[in-house]
């Protein structure tokens, strides 16, 4: 079974940085296109971040430039590096996958979610 596993949230003030990982096994992320979407209390999900085999990224116009989407195939780990977070980033993060390339909300994978939490 493939499976995906997030760590690296937490806790951070407004303007922070943080860089969440989301571990990839039972299949080789080279042939599979990934993302972040997040859900904060209240409110859907929002993809975030893809990116698609060839290693083409797209962001959400909320990013404005704040994160970076990045795969490693050798690591068999997909990040988010999060700069100059702001207190309307806070949510449960999650990553996605699919063999297909399609928004990051209606991947057939993802993963249990790591909290970002910015006050």
């Known amino acids: 079974d493939v499976q995906l596993v997030e760590s690296g949230g937490g806790s951070v003030q407004d303007g922070a940085s943080l860089r969440l990982s989301c571990a990839v096994s039972?299949?080789?992320?080279?042939?599979?296109?990934m993302g972040w979407f997040r859900q904060a209390p209240g409110k859907g999900r929002e993809g975030v971040a893809v990116?698609?085999?060839?290693?083409?990224?797209r962001y959400a116009d909320f990013v404005s430039g704040r994160f970076t989407i990045s795969k490693v195939n050798a690591e068999k780990t997909l990040y988010l590096q999060m700069n100059s977070l702001k207190p309307e980033d806070t949510a449960m993060y999650y990553c996605?996958?699919?063999?297909?390339?399609?928004?990051?909300?209606?991947?057939?994978?993802r993963g249990q979610g790591t909290q970002v939490t910015v006050s």
């Open positions: 039972g299949y080789d992320p080279l042939y599979l296109c």
């Open positions: 996605a996958a699919d063999l297909f390339s399609r928004s990051t909300v209606r991947m057939s994978l």
């Open positions: 990116i698609n085999r060839r290693g083409t990224t």
